[in-house]
């Protein structure tokens, strides 16, 4: 079974500061996808970032960024500049087939920013 | 345009209904889900169907049956309901199982 551990419920940083994300997963494929998703205050799910575990490249976008430790199965998400709309729940997830064939999520990380 | 739409956004009835939760997706994707986010925040799959090939996680209880109509559509269904089911309801779409998934806002039902 695969699992995906987000070990901090809830962080509060000032705005404009970086903050990271901590993920970590486990799974026993050997080819499989991760994915930052972030839930607002308005439900929807927004795709944040993608990294597919044979590309060696982090993923960025824009202020977004990843750190994908591949042998530590880290994958870490990096916020730079932070702004009052980051304010959401941020989710980890990992696809690697199998199973129900959907992703599987972490308990997910709040992340508040403070004006 | 919505990708992805849902109704009804909101869904409250009692306990022993039955219900329906309707999925839609403009983008042509092939694979459609339904993911159940509870009172904690947790996010967990449940249907995942693909070319009128459906793979049900094994802990959804048999109550819960997803129907197809064509590859744009996915609705749930909901048999004699209990308090437990009350949750977030999120449907999604993607190209491949491997690529990003698009969501729909999700229906929220309540049990009374």
């Known amino acids: 079974a695969q699992t995906v551990t987000q070990s901090q419920p809830e962080m509060s940083v000032q705005e404009a500061e970086t903050v990271t994300l901590s993920c970590t997963y486990d799974?026993?494929?050997?080819?499989?996808?991760l994915f930052w998703y972030k839930q607002p205050p308005s439900r929807q799910m927004i795709l944040v970032i993608r990294?597919?575990?044979?590309?060696?490249q982090n993923a960025t976008e824009n202020r977004f960024s990843v750190n994908f430790q591949k042998a530590a199965k880290s994958f870490s998400l990096k916020i730079s500049d932070s702004q009052l709309g980051d304010t959401a729940m941020y989710f980890c997830?990992?696809?690697?087939?199998?199973?129900?064939?959907?992703?599987?999520f972490g308990k997910g990380t709040h992340l508040i920013i403070q004006p | 345009d919505t990708a992805v739409s849902q109704t009804p956004k909101y869904l409250v009835t009692q306990m022993g209904n039955d219900k329906s939760i309707k999925c839609e997706q403009n983008?042509?994707?092939?694979?459609m889900y339904w993911y159940k986010q509870d009172s904690k925040k947790f996010l967990k799959i449940m249907f995942s169907?693909?070319?009128?090939?459906?793979?049900i996680n094994e802990t959804v209880p048999n109550r819960f049956s997803p129907k197809s109509p064509d590859k744009a559509h996915l609705n749930l269904h909901i048999n004699s309901l209990e308090l437990g089911d009350s949750a977030v309801y999120f449907c999604?779409?993607?190209?491949?199982?491997?690529?990003?998934?698009?969501f729909g806002d999700g229906t929220r039902l309540s049990i009374l």
């Open positions: 169907y693909n070319n009128k090939e459906l793979i």
């Open positions: 997830a990992l696809y690697s087939g199998g199973g129900a064939d959907g992703l599987t």
């Open positions: 999604a779409s993607a190209g491949a199982s491997n690529q990003p998934q698009h």
């Open positions: 983008l042509g994707h092939d694979t």
């Open positions: 990294q597919e575990a044979y590309k060696q």
């Open positions: 799974t026993s494929e050997s080819n499989y996808y």
